[in-house]
């Protein structure tokens, strides 16, 4: 049988209410839910793989680089060349500082996990977007690496670190729950599948940022594949994630 791993999106100061600049709203109601899916003696999990966005100053996605306003959406042309549309953003998790550290409520929690657990961290080049955590780079928990110092390429999503570091664990299902529903869970969550994941997503501990657009996601995830548990407050998701993840 495949291993699990629990996969924690972005769970960072600045996503979180009151005082997050990119504040996901109720986003702080999964860190109770999650906190206690890190409590070693009910759960099992052989991987957890917290993500980090991790922007430099003037990333490609803040509004206040191209002089837009927040929360627009802008066409732009990335680091690789790659035309898209941007969401825009306020500036928020940027390297180095408080804001972009993991709410201290998990990192208490992250002790008993420790050598089973990576940091992915994304979108620390200026130019690239990276919503998902195949996208990111791995690195040690306890003393997390700087970024590389240019673009490590965009490759394919079954040969990115992400993908290569849960199979070499042995890891084919993956428990999705953070913040943002419509953003970063999505992407990770989309990823992991067509990297050939079973997943799972833990609706009661993720929110997004645009509420109305939550449904849809889920619909979407469930399309490609995927699983979401607990939608609408459905109790005894627990279980379903249990039976999931033996
Ligand atoms: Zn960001």
Known sequence: MGKTALV???CQNDFMPPDGALAVPNGDEVLPVIRGMLDRSKWDWDVVVATQDYHPPRHISFAS?????VLSDLELT???GRHYTQTLWPDHCIQGTKATEIVKELRDAFGPWKERMKIARKAWHPDIEQYSAFEGYITDATDPSEPPSEDIGAKPIEE????LYLKSQGVDKLVIVGVATDFCVC???LDGLAAKFNTVLVAPAVRAVFADRENGVFEQIEQQGGTVIGREGASGWEADVRAFAR
């Not at 680089?65 to 306003?69: F, L, S």
């Not at 990115?160 to 993908?163: C, F, H, N, Y």
Request: proline content about 6%.
């Open 187 to 189: 992407h990770t969550n």
């Open 8 to 10: 924690i999106v972005d």
């Open 78 to 80: 990335d680091g690789r």
């Open 160 to 163: 990115s670190e992400m993908a």
């Open 65 to 69: 680089r191209h002089g837009k306003p």
